[in-house]
């Protein structure tokens, strides 16, 4: 697992969403699209109850594999999945397609990150 916790406000991030819709451990990570190129995310991830069945909540937002987003904001990781072998669970609010979402570290990868 690696760990993106230095992403800061601003940093452009691509979205790796091939093949990317559970993690080893079996969790989802998107919402269902018919193009397996294609994700979905939400406006929000129940950060105190996720892993469950009712975790992506508020409006759905169709992305593409590779398409770029920005993050805004480090949102933090499940309460049930703070042993820090579980980085890929951390989540960002990014800004795609015009829209904000969450997104778990494992479904993105940083393009260029903002120096200090």
């Known amino acids: 697992m690696r760990v993106n916790h230095k992403?800061?406000?601003g940093?452009?991030?691509?979205?790796?969403i091939y093949r990317k819709s559970f993690t080893s451990d079996g969790?989802?990570?998107l919402?269902?699209?018919p193009n397996?190129?294609?994700?979905?995310?939400?406006e929000y991830i129940n950060i105190q109850t996720y892993p469950s069945c009712r975790?992506?909540?508020g409006r759905s937002v169709a992305v593409k594999h590779n398409q770029?987003?920005?993050?805004l904001k480090y949102i933090g990781r499940p309460l049930t999945l703070?042993?820090?072998a579980y980085s890929d669970y951390d989540i960002y609010e990014v800004l795609v397609n015009g829209y904000t979402c969450y997104v778990f570290n494992y479904n993105i990868e940083p393009v260029c990150i903002k120096s200090e």
């Not at 940093?11 to 790796?16: A, E, N, P, T």
């Not at 397996?36 to 939400?42: N, R, S, T």
């Not at 770029?68 to 993050?71: D, G, I, K, N, S």
Request: glycine share 6%; proline share 6%; charged share 20%.
């Open 68 to 71: 770029e987003a920005m993050v």
């Open 31 to 33: 919402g269902y699209h």
């Open 11 to 16: 940093d452009l991030v691509k979205l790796k």
């Open 7 to 9: 992403l800061k406000e």
């Open 27 to 29: 969790f989802s990570t």
């Open 36 to 42: 397996p190129m294609y994700g979905a995310l939400y």
């Open 82 to 84: 703070q042993n820090p």
């Open 55 to 57: 975790d992506f909540l």
